[in-house]
């Protein structure tokens, strides 16, 4: 697996897993892609691990891994972000609700559903309508606003 920035990072720490291996999206993953799943996942771990080691804050900054059910870019990678949302290429609603579930899926949780269904379902419409779903709090609040600086 290969980690990279992302070029338009919408966190303070944004990184991109990409397997060696070429496959389309989540919607295309079967049961014999899950050890690239699962290799993806621990190399996720191990570069939050080297973030945090770099890091001196008093409070550890949290983290989500997870994939886009419907992704920008036409080869799985899985994202590695900070929950701190604080970064000037985040600028609408559509950004902040690609990196919300439902649109945004956790890692283990994809690995879950490829290996018990066969695959990781993406209804394509309903994941669109997402993206201009309300902004909505990610801090266990769901309080909806209007702008991104309110939240």
């Not at 690609?98 to 993406?122: C, H, I, K």
Request: glycine share 4%; with cysteine; proline share 7%.
């Amino acid at each position: 697996a290969v980690v990279i920035y992302d070029a338009f990072p919408k966190v303070k720490f944004h990184l991109l897993v990409l397997p060696t291996v070429d496959i389309l999206s989540v919607s295309k993953l079967t049961r014999e892609h899950l050890p690239i799943l699962r290799q993806l996942h621990r190399v996720g771990l191990h570069a939050i691990a080297a973030i945090r080691s770099e890091e001196s804050a008093a409070e550890p900054l949290g983290f989500r891994m997870g994939y886009h059910r419907v992704p920008s870019l036409s080869h799985l990678h899985l994202h590695v972000i900070s929950v701190d949302f604080d970064s000037p290429c985040l600028k609408n609603k559509k950004h902040w609700n690609s990196f919300q579930p439902p649109f945004f899926a956790d890692s283990l949780e994809v690995q879950a559903e490829v290996e018990g269904a066969g695959g990781f379902a993406v209804n394509v419409q309903e994941a669109e309508a997402q993206l201009k779903a309300p902004l909505r709090c990610h801090r266990n609040c769901s309080a909806e606003t209007k702008t991104i600086p309110q939240l």
